[in-house]
């Protein structure tokens, strides 16, 4: 059911409508998976008018049937205050769950939340340990920030985070590791403003501009 759903959900008026109803079924009967995807189509407003309250009861239903993405999806709305009164400690609770059940953006955001002391005591130690474990390019950013910005300094460490972050494509790590290397490597800080530009980043295109093209003198 769940998956001829996620086949259905991107066809025609009838597939998409059917899509909701499969996801519905599949949560009427247990399934963890058809219960976040049914919680995800109202979260966003696919398929269905969007309502984020009874998407947050869905998440919250699917996390505790144990599924990892919903924990995340959960502590994202706790985080947030969609659908839910704002509560940062169930967001971290959720988090804690998501990434202990091997969701890499759970063990990002559980990183996140150690790291900036949001919903749990500043702890720089198991922020790391945790975006270590996720290695996603935004977990790979925030390390960067903690040994290049924090008290744990390692410059070394910090720029070797923040470049394989800018090659994994995030943004704000393409642009902060251009401005690093500009006198150095001006080539390839070029192309890195011009790639974060091109996606939306807001801190490279003054950048890429008062360098121009790489041919330029």
Do not use: H
């Not at 996603?136 to 950013?141: G, H």
């Not at 995030?170 to 974060?196: C, F, G, H, N, P």
């Not at 530009?197 to 501009?209: I, L, T, V, W, Y």
């Amino acid at each position: 059911m769940v998956l001829l759903g996620d086949v259905f959900s991107d066809g025609g008026s009838e597939q998409r409508s059917r899509s909701v109803e499969l996801f519905r079924e599949a949560s009427r009967l247990g399934d963890a998976s058809g219960t976040r995807n049914l919680a995800y189509c109202y979260a966003i407003g696919l398929n269905v008018a969007k309502d984020k309250a009874e998407a947050a009861k869905l998440y919250i239903a699917a996390g505790e049937m144990g599924n990892a993405r919903a924990m995340c999806n959960i502590g994202v709305m706790y985080d947030y205050g969609n659908g839910v009164i704002q509560d940062r400690t169930a967001a971290f609770a959720w988090y804690v769950r998501s990434a202990q059940a091997g969701n890499k953006r759970g063990m990002t955001n559980l990183g996140e939340f150690y790291m900036l002391g949001k919903g749990t005591d500043r702890n720089l130690k198991l922020a790391a340990v945790w975006l270590e474990r996720s290695g996603s390019p935004r977990a790979l950013y925030r390390l960067a920030e903690i040994f290049l910005d924090t008290e744990a300094k390692d410059k070394k460490k910090g720029t070797a985070y923040l470049e394989a972050s800018a090659k994994a494509g995030y943004t704000k790590a393409q642009a902060r590791y251009a401005r690093m290397i500009e006198e150095t490597d001006r080539e390839t800080a070029v192309k890195l403003y011009s790639e974060a530009a091109s996606k939306g980043n807001a801190d490279a295109p003054s950048g890429s501009r008062s360098w121009g093209s790489p041919s330029q003198t």
